[in-house]
T-cell receptor, first 116, second 113 residues
Framework: DVKVTQSSRYLVKRTGEKVFLECVQDMDHENMFWYRQDPGLGLRLIYF???????EKGDIPEGYSVSREKKERFSLILESASTNQTSMYLCASSLSFLRREKETQYFGPGTRLLVL | KNEVEQSPQNLTAQEGEFITINCSYS?????LHWLQQHPGGGIVSLFM???GKKKHGRLIATINIQEKHSSLHITASHPRDSAVYIC???????????????FGKGTLLTVNP
C-alpha cells in the first residue's frame, strides 16, 4: 500500500514565523503535490514537483515555496506565515503521468495549520 | 480553465437508499477522478475514468464524454458511506498544464441509520 505521511496533524504558528510542512511517500512516486483546502473553495494546488529539484507553480503559489531534494520528500515552506494561510494542507503523490492508470493521486492525512 | 460543478452540495439519505452524485465540467478532459474524504481529512481515490463505467463493490462511476458529465452512484447506502465526495478532472492540454487536477467543491453525503 502507498503511504504518504505528513510531519504534523495540527500546527499553531504566529504571524511572521517561517513554517515548514514535510511530506514523505514510500512508493518511489515521481510526482508530488501540495494542496490547501478551505471551506467552500475545495482543493487548490499550491505547487507540484515531477522530479527531484523540479517544481511547477500551481494555482495559488504566492506566499509559499517548496523544496524537493530527495525523491521521497516534498517540503512546503511558508516564508512568513500570515493569518490568511490558516488552512488544511494536503500532500499527495502519484506514480506518473505517462500512463493514465498511473496518475491516481495518494493523499496524506493533512496538516491543519492555524496562524495567529 | 476547466470549471467543475458538483450537485447536490449536500445530500441526506436513509440507509439502503440509492444515491447519485453528479459532476459536470466545461472543457474536454483526459481523465476524471472521484475521491472520498471522511471527517478528519483523509482523502482516498475511488475511481479514475476516461470513458464508460467502472464498478467497485457498491460504488459505480459513469462518464459521458459528449455531455461532459459524470455520476457517482452508491447502491444500498450505509452510514459508513457518509463522507464528502469530490470530483476532479485533468484537462486535455499540452506541456505543463496537463498534470493539474481541477477539483469540484465536493458533495457532503450523510446516510442516516
Amino acid at each position: 500500500d502507498v503511504k504518504v505521511t505528513q510531519s504534523s496533524r495540527y500546527l499553531v504558528k504566529r504571524t511572521g514565523e517561517k513554517v515548514f510542512l514535510e511530506c514523505v511517500q514510500d512508493m518511489d512516486h515521481e510526482n508530488m503535490f501540495w494542496y490547501r483546502q478551505d471551506p467552500g473553495l475545495g482543493l487548490r494546488l499550491i505547487y507540484f514537483s515531477y522530479d527531484v529539484k523540479m517544481k511547477e507553480k500551481g494555482d495559488i503559489p504566492e506566499g509559499y515555496s517548496v523544496s524537493r531534494e530527495k525523491k521521497e520528500r516534498f517540503s512546503l515552506i511558508l516564508e512568513s506565515a500570515s493569518t490568511n494561510q490558516t488552512s488544511m494542507y494536503l500532500c499527495a503523490s502519484s506514480l506518473s503521468f505517462l500512463r493514465r492508470e498511473k496518475e491516481t493521486q495518494y493523499f496524506g492525512p493533512g496538516t491543519r495549520l492555524l496562524v495567529l | 480553465k476547466n470549471e467543475v460543478e458538483q450537485s447536490p452540495q449536500n445530500l441526506t439519505a436513509q440507509e439502503g437508499e440509492f444515491i447519485t452524485i453528479n459532476c459536470s465540467y466545461s472543457v474536454g478532459i483526459s481523465a476524471l477522478h472521484w475521491l472520498q474524504q471522511h471527517p478528519g481529512g483523509g482523502i482516498v481515490s475511488l475511481f479514475m475514468l476516461s470513458s464508460g463505467k467502472k464498478k467497485h463493490g457498491r460504488l459505480i462511476a459513469t462518464i459521458n464524454i459528449q455531455e461532459k458529465h459524470s455520476s457517482l452512484h452508491i447502491t444500498a447506502s450505509h452510514p459508513r458511506d457518509s463522507a464528502v465526495y469530490i470530483c476532479a478532472v485533468r484537462s486535455r492540454g499540452s506541456g505543463g498544464s496537463n498534470y493539474k487536477l481541477t477539483f469540484g467543491k465536493g458533495t457532503l453525503l450523510t446516510v442516516n441509520p
